[in-house]
């Protein structure tokens, strides 16, 4: 490890807006997107919407074997033949997805009646493009991300987003009110950014220099990377999904619709955390790389406060106006805006946790997050068998949010026993309490006019707390980039 290149330092909030404009542009088109499909669809058409990707995300993630992640892991070794790597990564995961959709064609009708209460040709085609489609763009994605080119990314997330909204519509004039038609939109959307990156990679390829020493990494070894994470991503599937999963069970469609619909609205706040990701994972490897082992540690703590900050922020605002982004949706999803304070809790240490995970990948023990995951899954069934019952969608939040902390936690102290870096725990725990009795206050108090005053009130302190406690790295930050100008 050496000394880091100024000019690394000084592109690094550069590289991390040509991530982020896309993904705010994509926000901005999802504020015409998740309305416009909320007045179109009934509650109970767009609920079985969540279903189909929960049964697609757990095909994608037997499909991909954890190659995805070894992708990321050896793209910057030296000397590496980056071209061999996608393609043998992408091959294996190509030939499992076919096994697997075999297996799900033949006993698609029962599985789609079972999910959806309704079976077709079209569903289980839908299902099986979806999936294909998805090991690609995974990788082909994943190589623009590892190029750090994110103005191609964001301008990719743009085109599939408004590709989206134009197949919605149209769509809708065919079927109705169907969850097809997003279903529709998603397949067609995605498979169209797909090709495009498709066409990008093979016109960039280029015969293998025989006077250039390239390595290749053996498929045995990608996959002793790799396959931790299966277990990993679906268990982090089963965080993800068993809320949607225990509102059926214990539910009706009509409130899982209203909870999507809350999901969706998160996706304010996913918006940042999908662009820091896209961003923070190249960086945080060749800062590992390149930097001094102290260096390394201290950037690593130092974006750890300023993205505590900024998520609480991001999350504070979207429950301040969670009431007139809910209004957008229209009259059938009001329930959703006592759901938010809870799920906010989700993208906060989801974010965090792509920071504070960095010891468990750079020191390759994976298997430690698979025990963080099932502790996490544990809570979760626990408050969801408890909480639904009594608050409907806001119990499934509640326990959703609180399951992501636990997972949070149990991860990074096993992250800092590997590679202890030494952040700020303090902090964190405080933001983690705040927000629950944000949430339990917005819960219980926020329908009437008192309760909101509360609420912001709440709200005001905890921004000018955080303000106070982040004050330094903010001031650093911002003398670091007026000197650079």
Not at 178 to 202: K, Q
């Amino acid at each position: 490890m050496g000394k880091v290149p100024e000019t690394s330092q000084k592109g690094l909030l550069g590289q991390f807006l040509s991530f982020f404009y896309g993904n705010f542009a994509v926000l901005l088109l999802g504020f015409i997107q998740t309305p416009m499909v909320t007045r179109l669809m009934s509650a109970s058409e767009y609920g079985r919407t969540g279903l189909f990707e929960s049964v697609v995300s757990i095909i994608y993630i037997f499909a991909l074997l954890g190659l995805d992640q070894s992708f990321i892991r050896y793209y910057y070794e030296d000397k590496v033949d980056r071209q061999g790597l996608i393609l043998t990564c992408l091959k294996s995961s190509l030939c499992l997805v076919t096994g697997i959709l075999i297996f799900y064609f033949l006993f698609s009708e029962k599985i789609n009646h079972l999910l959806f209460e309704r079976s077709g040709a079209d569903i289980t085609a839908l299902v099986v493009g979806y999936a294909i489609i998805s090991v690609f763009e995974r990788f082909l994605i994943l190589e623009v991300r590892m190029e750090r080119n994110g103005v191609l990314y964001s301008n990719i997330n743009i085109a599939e987003k408004l590709l989206n909204i134009l197949f919605i519509l149209l769509f809708f004039k065919i079927l109705g009110d169907d969850f097809r038609v997003v279903l529709y939109a998603l397949v067609l959307s995605w498979g169209s950014t797909t090709v495009f990156m498709g066409i990008r990679h093979l016109s960039r390829t280029r015969p293998r220099d025989p006077a250039v020493q390239r390595i290749n990494i053996p498929l045995k070894e990608l996959l002793t990377y790799g396959l931790p994470f299966v277990l990993a991503l679906l268990l982090e599937w089963m965080l993800g999904s068993m809320d949607r999963v225990s509102l059926r069970a214990l539910s009706s469609y009509d409130e899982l619709g209203i909870y999507s619909a809350a999901m969706k609205i998160m996706v304010i706040l996913l918006t940042f955390k999908n662009s820091f990701v896209a961003f923070w994972a190249p960086v945080a490897l060749k800062r590992y790389e390149t930097d001094t082992l102290d260096g390394c540690k201290d950037f690593y703590r130092k974006v750890f406060d300023l993205a505590l900050f900024a998520a609480v922020l991001g999350a504070v605002a979207l429950i301040v106006f969670r009431k007139l982004v809910v209004l957008i949706l229209g009259s059938s999803y009001r329930g959703a805006e006592r759901m938010i304070p809870f799920l906010s809790l989700m993208p906060i240490f989801a974010i965090l946790f792509e920071i504070t995970n960095m010891g468990l990948k750079i020191r390759k023990k994976n298997i430690y997050l698979n025990v963080a995951s099932a502790a996490a899954i544990f809570f979760n069934l626990l408050g969801n068998a408890c909480l639904i019952p009594l608050m409907g969608g806001s119990g499934a939040a509640l326990s959703t949010g609180v399951s992501y902390f636990v997972y949070f936690i149990l991860g990074s102290i096993f992250s800092e026993r590997v590679f202890r870096v030494g952040y700020r725990w303090g902090r964190t725990l405080f933001a983690a309490l705040a927000m629950v009795t944000l949430g339990v206050i917005a819960y219980f108090f926020g329908s009437s006019l008192y309760g909101e005053i509360c609420v912001v009130a709440f709200c005001l302190i905890l921004v000018a707390i955080f303000l106070y406690l982040s004050w330094r790295q903010i001031k650093d930050m911002a003398l670091f980039y007026i000197k650079k100008k």
